[in-house]
């Protein structure tokens, strides 16, 4: 199997994949690779937080060109997975490929597809590059292709339950890895005084009470063939024994948009939180106090770059660092930014700096012990 991940999340993913009990996972390019057999892709597919999709290897082999593309994709045995009734969307990327042209590397191995399921059952799929039944995946480096089977069918990030998005939002895995490469306890409460849609906290929420990320979506190995139904089933119900009844801690967040504000309580709702559960209100980060506790973990994803001009953005992060210092000595922080300059802002002293990708933009996801008293020098 393949993982693909957000670039920086490789080794929280491989961490993940070893507690899901797959201990050979190890990191890759943007990913990680393990093995399992199909009940373990299911469940990789269903507990995941951190994956974008779960990919089977299906073929490897040298190629010096188009044709022997072509030769590799037809030498597959597509007809163990899906045949000429269902639709089918090919993807391909490459690393340092000599191929000229990827659009027509992805042609040919479509053209392989379809000719051995046409030549073996007298039908060839047709392509819906929107929704398909069927996805594969060709990846080029040097010297070779692999062919990869896609079973997780919309990106795993698509939990189910986020449809107001905001501004500048989060991917539901990067939220996920946010968490896991800051270390927070899943017991630790947590408030993200820049909360948009609230896909941090929400995310926060399910995985203290242990909701399967995937448990409320579809999956592409759903529409293969000789699909286990029981089995899969099986793996659904004794995930949800495991689910917690209630939070073992708090968790609040704040904007200072009303509109963001309503999508992150519309969001959480459908993700099957209460409000009890998880507090948002209209606020503005600067006036943001902490929770009924002692200590506990700032997590967010505050604007930057073009969402502020100069003057505001200067005024904000020494009026905010006034704040942390006031109101949340013993707490951490973590924030993530494009903003390197953003601990000179704080006047903090990072004691992590994680670079991690949201979408293209290269991050740091920096960690701050947060101390009465404690800007320095």
Same mark, same amino acid.
């Given at each position: 199997?393949?993982?693909?991940?957000?670039?920086?999340?490789?080794?929280?993913?491989?961490?993940?994949?070893?507690?899901?009990?797959?201990?050979?996972?190890?990191?890759?390019?943007?990913?990680?690779?393990?093995?399992?057999?199909?009940?373990?892709?299911?469940?990789?597919?269903?507990?995941?937080?951190?994956?974008?999709?779960?990919?089977?290897?299906?073929?490897?082999?040298?190629?010096?060109?188009?044709?022997?593309?072509?030769?590799?994709?037809?030498?597959?045995?597509?007809?163990?997975?899906?045949?000429?009734?269902?639709?089918?969307?090919?993807?391909?990327?490459?690393?340092?490929? !000599?191929?000229? +042209?990827?659009? *027509?590397?992805?042609? &040919?191995?479509? =053209?392989?597809?379809?000719? #051995?399921? @046409? $030549? /073996?059952?007298?039908?060839?799929?047709?392509?819906?590059?929107?929704?398909?039944?069927?996805?594969?995946?060709?990846?080029?480096?040097?010297?070779?292709?692999?062919?990869?089977?896609?079973?997780?069918?919309?990106?795993?990030?698509?939990?189910?339950?986020?449809?107001?998005?905001?501004?500048?939002?989060?991917?539901?895995?990067?939220?996920?890895?946010?968490?896991?490469?800051?270390?927070?306890?899943?017991?630790?409460?947590?408030?993200?005084?820049?909360?948009?849609?609230?896909?941090?906290?929400?995310?926060?929420?399910?995985?203290?009470?242990?909701?399967? !990320?995937?448990? +409320?979506?579809? *999956?592409?190995?759903? &529409?293969?063939? =000789?699909?286990?139904?029981? #089995?899969? @089933? $099986? /793996?659904?119900?004794?995930?949800?024994?495991?689910?917690?009844?209630?939070?073992?801690?708090?968790?609040?967040?704040?904007?200072?948009?009303?509109?963001?504000?309503?999508?992150?309580?519309?969001?959480?709702?459908?993700?099957?939180?209460?409000?009890?559960?998880?507090?948002?209100?209209?606020?503005?980060?600067?006036?943001?106090?902490?929770?009924?506790?002692?200590?506990?973990?700032?997590?967010?994803?505050?604007?930057?770059?073009?969402?502020?001009?100069?003057?505001?953005?200067?005024?904000?992060?020494?009026?905010?660092?006034?704040?942390?210092?006031?109101?949340?000595?013993?707490?951490?922080?973590?924030?993530?930014?494009?903003?390197?300059?953003?601990?000179?802002?704080?006047?903090? $002293?990072?004691?992590?700096?994680?670079?991690?990708?949201?979408?293209?933009?290269?991050?740091?996801?920096?960690?701050?012990?947060?101390?009465?008293?404690?800007?320095?020098?």
């Amino acid at each position: 199997m393949f993982a693909p991940c957000p670039q920086g999340l490789e080794h929280a993913l491989v961490d993940e994949l070893h507690g899901l009990g797959f201990d050979d996972a190890h990191p890759g390019r943007a990913g990680a690779h393990f093995t399992a057999d199909w009940t373990g892709m299911m469940r990789a597919n269903l507990e995941s937080r951190l994956a974008t999709r779960i990919l089977v290897r299906v073929a490897h082999g040298s190629v010096r060109d188009e044709d022997d593309l072509l030769a590799l994709a037809r030498a597959t045995p597509w007809e163990r997975w899906f045949g000429g009734e269902r639709t089918l969307r090919v993807d391909t990327s490459a690393v340092r490929s !000599p191929m000229k +042209s990827l659009q *027509f590397c992805n042609l &040919r191995v479509k =053209d392989g597809i379809c000719d #051995r399921l @046409r $030549d /073996l059952e007298g039908e060839r799929p047709s392509i819906d590059t929107v929704r398909p039944d069927a996805r594969v995946h060709a990846f080029l480096d040097e010297t070779s292709a692999t062919l990869y089977l896609d079973t997780s069918g919309e990106s795993l990030f698509k939990r189910g339950w986020r449809l107001d998005k905001g501004e500048a939002p989060l991917r539901e895995n990067l939220a996920a890895g946010l968490l896991a490469l800051s270390g927070w306890p899943a017991d630790v409460p947590v408030i993200d005084p820049f909360c948009g849609s609230g896909t941090i906290l929400i995310e926060a929420a399910l995985k203290a009470l242990n909701v399967p !990320p995937g448990i +409320s979506r579809p *999956f592409g190995f759903e &529409r293969l063939r =000789d699909h286990p139904e029981r #089995r899969w @089933r $099986d /793996l659904k119900d004794d995930a949800r024994t495991r689910i917690l009844p209630e939070l073992p801690m708090q968790l609040a967040g704040a904007d200072i948009d009303p509109r963001a504000i309503d999508a992150a309580r519309e969001n959480a709702h459908r993700a099957g939180l209460t409000e009890e559960a998880v507090y948002f209100e209209v606020a503005d980060a600067r006036d943001t106090c902490p929770l009924n506790e002692r200590a506990g973990w700032l997590i967010t994803n505050p604007p930057y770059g073009e969402r502020l001009d100069l003057e505001e953005d200067k005024r904000l992060w020494s009026e905010w660092a006034t704040t942390l210092k006031r109101e949340f000595g013993g707490w951490q922080l973590h924030v993530i930014t494009t903003d390197l300059e953003l601990p000179k802002k704080l006047r903090l $002293d990072p004691f992590r700096r994680t670079p991690v990708y949201n979408g293209a933009l290269e991050c740091r996801l920096f960690g701050f012990q947060l101390v009465k008293g404690s800007f320095r020098r």
